[in-house]
Every structure is written in C-alpha cells, then in structure tokens.
C-alpha cells in the first residue's frame, strides 16, 4: 500500500506524516502522531468526540481524511492551552465540575472554542444547539452548558 | 467495624466545599490516557469476528486464508480458550457462571446474537486485521431466533440452551425453556388483601432494551509475556475484577496478572464485565506481542450489554384514604443469551420506598438472541419503577388525591417492613416527596397540551470491599491511593475526606487510583458504593495514620503517645500538664520520621456495610404536539436524599445525568431488530441519545439525612436518579393528552399512534 | 444471671425454600455473625458456606457485608437477603 506523504500544520507546528488513502484525520492524529487527545466515540461523525478545527473550521476528525490535512492546519485539544496556562473554557470546566468521566471533554472544548470565536455572547440557548453535536453521557450537559457560558462572560470582559 | 461519628456539631472545613478535582487537567488538555490511549513498541493490532446471525450452529471454522495474508500474526477461536465448568459461582443475583462467561467472550457451538465473537485476529496494522477478518470461513446453520421476552417465553419459542431447566421452581419443570430462573418474593397475603381495597388497578407495560451508551468503546492492551506474566491496561469499573476474569479465563494465576486502570470514559455499569481483555490476552500469549483491541460503536451496539427490555403486569390496590393495602408484580426480564437479568432487582426495589403490608412480586429471567445484559445504573429498578409509579399515578387519580400526598401517605420509613425481607433502616424518602410538595413549581399552571407528572425510585446502594493506602511524604504532603476507577470526581472526595480527617487543605492531598500491585482490593465502582465504602477505608487509613503521627510527636517530646492529640493537622499537647510544646505539623513530624521509625503510612481494608438506601423523587413539565407526538420537557425537578454531599458539584452531575439518561429511555432509546433478529440501529445516529439541546436545565433538590454510619454522612448518589424519569414522564404526558402509555419508549410515532387511537375510540 | 435474649435469624422465602425445608426463622445466640452462622450451619450442614458466599445481612434493617466480627445484640434480628448487583 503506497502511503502518502503530507505537510500539514498542527496546533501551529509544521508537521509531515505517511498515511493511506483510507485514514481519517482522526485515525492518523491518534495512531500515526500519538496525540490521543483527540477521542474516538462512534467513528462517524455522530458523537463528536474527536472535534478538530481544519482552517478554523469546527470538523469531526473521523470524517476527515488524513490527505485532506495537507497544506491546511489543524487544531486539536492538545493547542488549546496557550503559554502554559490553560485556556479559560478549560479553567471553566474545571470550575463547574463540566467532566465526570472527560471522554467528551477535548471534543466539547474544541466545539466550545469554536462557538466562542463565532458568536462570543452566546445565549444558554445557542449553546444548547451549537454543542448538540458533541455527546455527553454522564452529565446531562448542564454544568458544561454553565462552564461555557461562564467563559463567554469571562472572555468578555477581560 | 465502623467508628459512629456524629459530626454535625463539628464544622467542616473540606467536605462540602467545591475544589477542583485532581484529575482535572490531565483531562481538559488532552494528556490523560483512557482505554485506547496506550501503545507498546511492537504492538499488534486486533479485530473481532462477529456473527452475522441471531442464532446458528457454529459447524467449523477455516482461518487458512486470513493466516496467509502476510502482516496476520495470530487467529484465536472459542477453541483457544480452555474449557469452564458448568456452575453458578458466588451470590445468586451476581452469580457467575464461567461456562457462560467464556462463552460469551469467544462463541463455541453455537452464535446466540448477531454481533456475538466467534474469532479474533492479531495484525500490525488496524487494516490488515480488518482485511483478515474478512477471510476468516465460518460454516453456520443458521436457526431459528427469538428476541422479545413474551415470545421467548411461550411453549413453543426456540431454545437457545436445549438443556436449561428453569431453577427456582419446585417441582423442577420436566421441560426445556429460556426461563432460566424464577424468583418471588411476598409479604402477607396479596391475592387477599385485595378485596379489602376500594380501588385496583392492573396494568401491563413494555419496556426496550436501552444500551448504557458510555461514549468511551471498549479498549484494552494486554501483554502477556512466555514467562506467564501478564500485563493489562483497561478502561474498566474496577480492575480488580477484570483482573480476576481475565486471570480465570486464560487459566492464569491472578499474581501474574497486573491490570492498570486506564481514566474509563464512561460504564454505568456496562464496564464492570469483560469482552475485550482476555482476547487481547490470548492473542498477546499466542503471539509474544503486545496487542491491542478497540471497539467500534457499532460492536459496543451489537455485542455489549444493554440493559433487560422487559413486559410486567402490576396491580395495586388502595383505599379511598389513599392507603396502599396489597400489591401484586410479575415481571418478565430478558436477560439476552446468557442468564443474569437484573429481574431480582427489580423485583425487590418495586415496592421499597412504600410502607405495604401485602406485597409479593415474581420475576423470570429469561434468555434470548440478543447481547447479555449488563448491568445499567440502579440495574432492574427504573424499569420495575415505570410500571408501579405508573400504576400509582393511575390510582391518584381515581381516588382524587394528590400523587405527591399518594406517596408521602405510604411513605417507607425507618421500621418498615419491605417485601424482601428486613426493615427499612433509614428515613429520607418521605423527605424527598415533601421537598416536592414545598417546591414553588409544584404549584405552577400548565398551559394547553401541557401535563404534570411525579414518580419516586429506591435503590439499595452498595457497601463492600475496599483498601486504601495513605502516605505521609518527607516534606508532609499527603498521598492517597486506592483501587477505586473514578468516573466522576471520586478522586476529589477521596482528597477531601482525608484533608478533612487529617486536618490539612485540601491541596496538600493528592488522590490517585493504584494498580492491582499497589493498593489493596477494592472491588468495582459501581452500586452508588465508592464513596462510601471506599471513603470509609480512606478514613480509617487517615485515623490510623493520626495515631502513629502521635506517636510520633510523642517521641519526639519524650511523652506517653495518650499525652498527645490531633488537631487541625497539628500534634498538640492534651493539657498542660504533658509539657508546653509548640505544635507539630505534618512537615515537622515528616522531618523527622527517619528517627522516628521510617516512612509515615497506612493502609485500611474494610468490608462497608452500614450502608444506605437512595430514594428519589422527581417531577417533571412537559409539552406533546399533538401533530408530531414529540414530547419536550418543559422543567424536571429532582429531589434525593444524598445523606451529605462530600463535593456537591460531583452530587448535582450525578443526578442531572442520571435524569439525562432517564429521559432518552423515556422518549427515544431503543434496541430495534429487523425479522433476522440484526440490530438495525447500531450507531449514535438511530439510536438516540439526548443531546443539549433536547434537554432544559434540571432543577436538583439535594435532600441530607445523613447516614451515621460513615464518618461524614455519606449516602451513595450515583443511581437512583434514573428510576423516576421514565415513569413522571408517562405521568406528565398522560395528565397532557389524557392518553396512557404503557410502553417505553414513548417516541413520536408510538406516541402519535397512542393519541390518533385515542381519538378514533 | 438469665439467659440473654436470643436473636432471630430470618431468611427469604426462596432461600428457606432451598435450604431449610421451608423454614424461615431461627432463634439463635447473640454475640457474633461467626456464631450465628456456625449455629446455622451446625443446624443445615454446609448452609454457613452458602450464607457467606450468597447473602448479605441485615441486623435490625441496617445492611452489612457478611464479616464475621459483626456484633449481634440480643434480641436483634438477623435477615439473610441476597447479594445485590451494582451498576
Ligand atoms: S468519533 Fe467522530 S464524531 Fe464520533
Ligand atoms: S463526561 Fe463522560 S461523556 Fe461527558
């Protein structure tokens, strides 16, 4: 099986991988690159667990293909706290208790974070709908619906 | 034994405050590993075969071709396994029958659901593995299936097990059936007591089975050297016990097996048994490599437990008063292809939060061509829960009595009797209804196609075997460690129970989950149990680790040790009379503890009981179009006594996610089969869970009636808010529509045909 | 000094219908379950395995592990109920 060499930027870093035709995005993040940070829920593009950005666009990284990466850059969990502080919709997670088991959580960061660049005055409402996308299981999505909304106002104001 | 505590004088520093967990970052950066996170250098990669068939006879097997696609390392089939004796080992409900276990890891004669295992490749690629997978032969006869449990009950439904003899029953039946067991329980004189009743109602339900719906699939990577050592890495609820199966199937000794708690994306139960490990493990010995196995969703689907869907009739009758006088439940569970529903739970929680002196119920477990149900939160409750709240609600309204003023009149309370056996311990149920009763919104209008409904829920709550090891370090930070996984914030509780007993902040504390050689058992979390039984073994770790730090002060000031208390995390002087010593730290005793007698730890092990049961009550709003038959939850109220709240952010995301869950099975989850028996909605997509947009905020009504058998009060939270949804939210859209469901789920097209039926009647 | 009061040992129906002909209570001595559990299997031999390995008890409705240390008080009752599974 010839692999197919690609350039590509990930969470601003210039990186080069080998990947077959068939690879997902996600696929090549998680066994080609070792970042694990990025999940796998359902494979096809129902859970939302394995959310990236591609060009500043919210994707599910199990529907992308790796080839489709190249020359594109990509944004995972792994980019999101910045200089060694965490970003503030992770500290609001941690605040509101927003994770029980986290499986979810990179993916709802990175749909969140998306959300918030989009539409920084988000009612609870466009919340509710802009993550409906992203499964959760254990929370009922209450607290992470709280977590984001309190980040909004955060990042408002600061 | 368990030290009383009355502590409610006392006042905490640490339980009931909000930190944040420790766990915590690892998890919002990405960095914390779960179960399919791990990889070793020369890895493989593993698939599993599954049966295309509900039901066949296994002829042969021919792996020739997929042996010879190069890159193919290793094929295994139920072969491969050594055989289980046929036998029912440990306590009846949670009895465990490695016959069938092994069975249902890797099929043998005979495939008994689509999705079942009949074979496993190793390969060094994802790819190659799925590419052999395809030429793997297998020569089935394919059978007849049944799925639904009334049909596997009837005289004539095709057997899965050709020799199963319904236990339970006496004289044992002659013949062959699914039903592979029969329980009742009674109290008095039901059939009885009926007639002294003014109103009865009887009723019979359906329910679905629904899947737990974890979001993290099964994954695992095991090791297993030619020394007969073995290594595990697995996102379970308690490593332990797959510690323990894992061992038992491949015939190995639990010491060689060391299993590392991967964090666990999720399990509700569905992750306290095994399907990938001991075929990883297999693979590994026949390979010399360590191999890994990732579900897809559609396995976690097709081959992993949901839980029972089951058909129940329930009649009860009361006095005009509102008095409940006799009860009467059957219900029918499936377990799947294995026996092991939890029909004994339900059976037993039907009718506990009520004060009834004529109760008997009746369960059959009963198998069928479909997975094996796991265990589900709070497993048989919610589903036996639907059919009594139901009925109760039926009766409020014959005899004109508030459903809430229904429940709180028969409300269980310390001293009474329950249909199982003993007699309720605790109070709190009665304070859950009342806390409705108070609740502003109780009271709301509801506008058109709008209703109102109510229900309660009791589960047992579980205690156990735990250990914990606590560590003072040399500069007088603290560790803890147990064997404990934690789903939801149970390291933070660990840490603040400690920093509580020991008398230190909480950020002095750090909290970890050890592997199966560094900490003592600690069997699984599940059963609302951890921060009960688990917490009461980090206490007494904490309290004896207080008394060797005394001793330790002791020595140092040259005192007797009973001269010597422990206070806000310092030694102190008990009077003036032992001497006027400046108080000791953890730091200034860790300082010295080399002359002191060496490294500061302790372990406690205990077997909890004491334990209390968790009652819910909940109501909820809500509204049905009657164009479509959608139902939307308007408001949803959940009241449950949480003896005390240890954190109370981690108390709140388990009931709002436990009524999460409650309202998918309502509304919209469900296994569907085509006429083959093959599930036709194996993925997120068809079957649907509820997302944030389908859900209001819930408004949770923290009850505390603290338990005084743990140290703080602690009463296990994590279940019993999924046993009312199902039920209010019949209640509500019968109070709506003036139509009665009786069937779960109530999803739109059921729901539409209910009312388009109603009409035309 | 009298005899102390005994303890009632109670069992479920289809327990005492497997494996005590039916019969559903006892009159035991208090002190400990591993006395209470001995006297029982010296009644029904081979019953104290089953009740350690199947049962959990209540004393007077408070739930506990089957451990022997567990204290009996006179005139308490001991009820033999089934483990129960967890979720
Ligand atoms: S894994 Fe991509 S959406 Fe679920
Ligand atoms: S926290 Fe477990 S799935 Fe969201």
Redesign the interface.
């Known amino acids: ?1 010839a692999k197919h060499h690609v350039t590509t930027t990930i969470n601003g870093n210039p990186v080069e991988y080998l990947c ?1 035709t ?1 690879q997902t995005l996600l ?1 090549v993040l ?2 080609e690159l ?11 593009g ?2 939302g ?1 394995c959310s990236v950005t591609l060009d500043g666009r919210l994707v599910c990284s199990c529907l992308v293909l790796g080839v489709e990466a190249a020359g594109k850059a990509v944004g ?3 980019g ?2 910045e200089g060694g502080g ?1 970003h503030v919709l ?1 500290r609001k ?5 927003a ?8 993916g709802f ?1 990175v749909a969140a974070r998306s959300l918030l660049e989009a539409n920084p005055d988000p009612s ?2 466009e ?3 802009w ?15 709280e977590a984001v909304l309190d980040a909004a106002r955060e990042m408002r104001e600061a | 034994m368990l030290t009383r505590t009355k502590d409610e004088e006392k006042t905490l520093k640490v339980v009931g405050t ?1 930190p ?2 420790p ?3 690892p ?8 179960g ?2 791990f ?1 070793l250098p020369g890895m493989l990669w593993a698939k599993i075969l599954r049966s295309p068939h509900a039901h066949a006879r296994i002829r042969a097997i021919d792996a020739s071709r997929a042996l010879a696609l190069p890159g193919v390392k290793a094929v295994i089939t139920g072969a491969d396994f050594m055989e289980q004796p046929f036998e029912y080992v440990g306590p009846e409900r949670v009895a465990v029958n490695y016959w069938h276990m092994t069975r249902n890891i890797m099929a043998r004669e005979k495939a008994l659901y689509e999705g079942h295992a009949v074979a496993a490749v190793a390969a060094v690629s ?2 190659v593995a799925a590419a052999a997978l395809k030429l793997i032969d297998v020569d089935y006869e394919v059978l007849p299936h049944v799925i639904d449990v009334d049909a596997a009950m009837a005289p004539d439904a095709p057997l899965l097990f050709e020799d199963m003899i319904t236990r339970g029953v006496e004289p044992a039946p002659t013949r062959p059936s699914n039903v592979s067991k029969q329980i009742d329980f009674r109290l008095g004189d039901a059939d009885a007591a009926f007639a002294a009743a003014d109103e009865v109602v009887e009723m019979s339900f359906k329910t679905a089975p629904v899947h ?6 099964h994954a695992c990577l095991a090791r297993i050297g030619a020394d007969g050592q073995g290594e595990l890495w697995s996102a379970s609820q308690g490593h332990f016990v797959v510690r323990a199966y894992t061992a038992k199937l491949l015939g190995m000794e639990i010491g060689n097996l060391l299993v590392h708690p991967a ?6 139960g569905g992750k306290t048994v095994i399907y990938v490990e001991p075929v990883a493990a297999m693979l590994s010995r026949k390979t010399g490599h360590p191999v890994k196995i ?1 579900m ?2 559609e396995d976690v689907f097709r081959a992993t437990g949901p839980t029972s869907g089951a058909s129940m009739t329930v009649r009860i009758g009361v006095k005009k008063d509102g008095r409940i006088v006799a009860a009467r439940g059957v219900f029918r569970f499936q377990a799947g292809a294995f026996p092991g529903s939890p029909v004994m739970n339900a059976c037993m929680c039907a009718f506990a939060p009520y004060d009834i002196a004529n109760v008997h119920t009746t369960g059959y477990d009963v198998v069928c061509n479909r997975p094996k149900a796991a265990a589900y939160r709070a497993p048989g409750s919610p589903i036996s829960a639907f059919a009594v709240e139901s009925v109760l609600d039926v009766l409020a309204g014959k005899i004109g009595m508030d459903p809430l003023a229904l429940r709180l009149k028969n409300a269980a309370r310390t001293g009474t009797q329950t249909a199982y056996g003993p007699k309720h311990a605790h109070d709190g149920y009665a304070e859950t209804v009342e806390a409705l009763m108070k609740h502003p919104a109780y009271k709301l209008p509801l506008g058109r196609n709008q209703g109102r409904g109510v229900a309660s829920g009791y589960w047992f709550n579980g205690g156990g075997e735990s250990a914990a090891t606590v560590h003072i370090n040399e500069d007088g930070s603290v560790v803890i460690a147990t064997g404990s996984m934690d ?3 149970s390291r933070a509780s660990m840490a603040m129970m400690a920093a509580e007993t020991l008398g230190v902040p909480y950020e002095k504390v750090r909290s970890t989950v050890a592997d199966t050689g560094s900490v003592g058992y600690n069997h699984v979390t599940g059963g609302s149990r951890v921060t009960y039984a688990t917490g009461i073994a980090v206490v007494e770790a904490c309290r004896k680790i207080i008394d060797d730090l005394r001793g330790r002060a002791a020595q140092i000031w040259d005192v007797n040790p009973s001269g010597v208390v422990w206070e806000d995390g310092h030694a102190r002087p008990a009077s003036a009379e032992v001497g006027d010593f400046a108080p000791l730290s953890l730091k200034a005793i860790a300082a010295k503890r080399a002359v002191t007698g060496g490294p500061i730890v302790a372990e406690a092990a205990v077997n909890a009981g004491g334990m209390a049961p968790g009652f819910a009550t909940q109501f909820c709003d809500v509204e049905v179009d009657p164009e479509t038959g959608a139902v939307k939850i308007l408001r949803f109220v959940a009241a449950q006594d949480v003896g005390r709240a240890i ?1 109370p ?2 108390v ?3 009931i ?6 409650g309202i998918g099975w309502a509304l919209n989850e469900e296994y569907i089969y085509d006429k083959n028996g093959r599930l036709s909605n194996a ?3 068809d079957y649907r ?7 209001p ?2 408004d949770v009504v923290m009850v505390a009636v603290p338990n005084p058998n743990h140290p703080f009060g602690v009463k296990g939270v994590g279940e019993v808010g999924i046993v009312p949804p199902m039920a209010a939210i019949a209640n509500a859209i019968q109070q709506a529509t003036g139509t009665r469901m009786t069937e779960l789920p109530m999803s739109p097209p059921r729901l539409l045909a209910a009312l388009d039926s109603a009409e035309g009647a | 000094m009298p005899p102390a009061q005994p303890a009632r040992v109670v069992l479920t129906t289809g327990f005492s219908q497997r494996h005590t002909g039916g019969v559903k209570e006892f009159s035991v001595e208090p002190g400990t379950l591993r006395g209470v559990i001995k006297a029982m299997d010296a009644r029904f031999p081979g019953l104290g395995d089953i009740l350690e390995e199947e049962t959990t008890v209540a004393i007077d409705g408070e739930i506990h592990e089957v451990v022997y240390s567990q204290p009996i008080r006179p005139g308490c009752e001991v009820f033999f109920l089934p483990k129960i599974e967890s979720g």
């Open positions: 099986m077959e068939r696929e998680r066994d070792d970042m694990t940070g990025t999940k796998e829920g359902c494979g096809t129902d859970c667990a995972t969990i792994e999101m706290a965490l992770q997670f941690l605040e509101h208790a994770l029980q088991c986290g499986i979810c959580t990179p960061l609870e409402e919340v509710r709908y993550l409906a996308g992203n499964l959760c299981r254990c929370t009922g999505y209450q607290k992470i619906i | 909000r944040v967990r766990d915590g970052e998890k919002v950066t990405g960095l914390a590993q779960y399919a996170d990889s994802p790819a737990q719906g974890y979001i993290e699939p964090e666990i994306g999720g399990g509700f990732m897809s969703r789903i939801g914030g954190h952010s981690y709140e995301g388990q709002q996610g436990a009524v999460a869950q993925g997120f997509l869970i509820p997302v944030a947009s389908d859900l905020s819930f």
